[in-house]
């Protein structure tokens, strides 16, 4: 008799060498699975309206939504 064993499912994405590089120079290793797992989530939520689907997909490939550094405020500390 075999024991089952559920594997956990996994993303394997193809990048290019330079991709890999700066994602191991800026990411540190600890934070990228946390990382992409948030991306997916809000990939995700963005694509649960079957109504909009298509339109994010589509801006999505075409560059019209991404997520912008400009969006995060940072606090430097002084009021």
Same mark, same amino acid.
């Given at each position: 008799?075999?024991?089952? *064993?559920?594997? *956990?499912? &996994?993303?394997? +994405?193809?990048? !290019? %060498?330079? =991709? %890999?590089?700066? @994602? =191991?120079?800026?990411?540190?290793? #600890?934070?990228? #699975? =946390?990382?992409? &797992?948030? @991306?997916?989530?809000?990939? $995700? !939520?963005? @694509?649960?309206?079957? !109504?909009? &689907?298509? /339109? +994010?997909? %589509? %801006?999505? /490939?075409? &560059?019209? $939504? ?10 430097? #500390?002084?009021?």
């Amino acid at each position: 008799m075999s024991d089952f *064993v559920e594997s *956990v499912p &996994r993303l394997n +994405v193809e990048i !290019t %060498a330079e =991709q %890999a590089e700066q @994602l =191991q120079k800026l990411i540190p290793r #600890g934070l990228r #699975g =946390q990382i992409f &797992r948030v @991306l997916i989530n809000d990939l $995700i !939520t963005m @694509l649960e309206d079957a !109504t909009k &689907r298509e /339109l +994010v997909l %589509a %801006a999505i /490939l075409n &560059r019209m $939504i991404n997520i912008p550094e400009t969006s995060l405020e940072i606090s430097n #500390g002084s009021s």
